[in-house]
């Protein structure tokens, strides 16, 4: 025989028949992936890895810095989304934009809120959050440039950096709040938000077109709470420098935006007055948060200093809200006359502050 078939050995398979099947078998392994891999992708969890890793790249049009936030908010798996005030309206801040980090596994969660200098209360409120019953300490500069400062508790962390926009008028300035609920009592765990507040802070100036300068690639490293001690009067040194009174304070920084100083009382039960400094754009938001005034015995004091630009920043002492103790007139700390000791402290803080920042023509009561 001429013919292939007739060529064939007898028994040797139909070539088509082969052909059939092999076409056969490849299809059903096309049907076995399609179906089959993308089950195992989602089933495995991988999808949703990969879903949670595509929300926080998208979320705040990208601003938020990824790389310390599983271990800032004490877990693998976490997802972003944008959010509105209505979503946390017990927060102030967010007028310009808003989105959430939060976990499923602890219900951890970080507010990231954008606001232009118009609001700077929404910033401040954060930071002087009373919800959660403690003080939290005096606020912290994030130094290295960083026009930013840091706080934080077992349970809760904030930060604010503010982002000076050359483009945008010379009272512009692109404010970034952080805010949420982990432990950022360490000296390890501050550090992480730090780096957190000022990455996503330079990412969100680019997203929001604002031609800024950053910092460095550094940040402050900041004492753990357990580690902070109140100083003896007068010897302390940072911002609660000259002070005659036992005093909690922080590094000095010519380049924080508020610094603050928890005198505390003899009592020894807490901080009794709080003594801040407000440097533009928080200016506008000085005094108001944590603050008792006007009640007998409790009286507010503040001051002014002329900044560049025809800026001001503001001084002022108060009673800290947080304080429980007796004597509440200021016997306990200032042996009787709480007015005088109260404007000498202010005095003394705002003085050194002031020089500090290179504003002028400081006014006090």
Request: net charge neutral; glycine share 12%.
């Amino acid at each position: 025989m001429d013919s292939k078939t007739a060529e064939r050995r007898i028994g040797a398979p139909d070539p088509r028949v082969v052909r059939l099947e092999r076409k056969r078998w490849l299809i059903t392994a096309v049907i076995v992936l399609v179906v089959a891999v993308p089950s195992v992708f989602y089933f495995s969890g991988a999808y949703d890895r990969w879903n949670d890793r595509r929300s926080l790249s998208n979320a705040c049009r990208g601003s938020i810095e990824p790389s310390q936030l599983n271990q800032l908010l004490g877990v693998d798996s976490l997802k972003a989304k944008d959010a509105s005030p209505d979503d946390h309206p017990k927060f102030d801040s967010g007028t310009l934009h808003r989105c959430v980090v939060s976990s499923a596994a602890n219900g951890h969660y970080l507010d990231v809120s954008l606001d232009w200098n118009d609001n700077p209360d929404g910033g401040v409120g954060e930071l002087r959050d009373g919800s959660f019953g403690r003080d939290s300490g005096p606020v912290s500069p994030i130094g290295h440039g960083w026009h930013g400062v840091v706080t934080g508790m077992e349970d809760r962390g904030a930060a604010v950096v503010t982002m000076s926009c050359s483009n945008n008028g010379r009272n512009s300035s692109l404010l970034v709040t952080l805010d949420g609920t982990f432990n950022a009592a360490s000296s390890t765990q501050k550090k992480r938000l730090e780096f957190t507040a000022v990455h996503t802070a330079e990412r969100a100036a680019e997203a929001w077109g604002c031609d800024t300068t950053s910092g460095r690639d550094q940040v402050n490293a900041i004492p753990s709470n357990n580690s902070v001690k109140p100083a003896p009067p007068r010897k302390a040194k940072g911002t609660c420098q000259g002070i005659n009174a036992s005093t909690i304070g922080s590094l000095a920084d010519g380049s924080a935006p508020i610094e603050d100083c928890f005198i505390q009382a003899k009592d020894g039960l807490g901080t009794q007055y709080i003594i801040s400094a407000y440097y533009p754009p928080f200016d506008k938001a000085y005094g108001g948060y944590g603050i008792y005034s006007g009640e007998e015995g409790n009286e507010t004091y503040s001051g002014s200093a002329e900044c560049s630009n025809g800026q001001r920043a503001r001084y002022i002492i108060g009673s800290w809200s947080n304080y429980d103790g007796r004597d509440t007139d200021g016997s306990e700390t200032f042996s009787g006359d709480a007015a005088r000791g109260k404007k000498q402290a202010l005095k003394e803080f705002a003085t050194r502050s002031a020089k500090r920042h290179g504003c002028t023509g400081l006014k006090l009561p």
